[in-house]
């Protein structure tokens, strides 16, 4: 929770302040690192242990469908951004 909770403060920072962009990537860069580690642990190690007990090849499908789900948002997003052409703000 302490590592999301820092990437989310990342994600806001690149909204709402005017920090770098290149220095904000870097944060989160490195901080991606131990959030992964974390979330492996969880998905694997067994439910006496505080895990979920998924187990390698649960956890490797749970990965994947979330990576599947992201690129099948942004592949939609970029899509109805196609289709809805430039705007006329421009």
Not at 25 to 50: Q, S
Request: with cysteine; proline share 3%.
């Amino acid at each position: 929770m302490l590592i999301a909770g820092l990437l989310a403060l990342v994600l806001a920072a690149n909204y709402y302040t005017q920090i770098s962009a290149v220095m904000l990537f870097w944060i989160a860069f490195v901080l991606t690192r131990p959030f992964g580690a974390t979330l492996g642990d969880v998905l694997t190690k067994p439910h006496e242990k505080g895990g979920l007990g998924f187990g390698t090849i649960g956890s490797s499908i749970v990965l994947v469908s979330i990576l599947g789900v992201c690129i099948l948002f942004t592949t939609l997003k970029q899509r109805r951004l196609t289709v809805a052409g430039p705007s006329n703000d421009e």
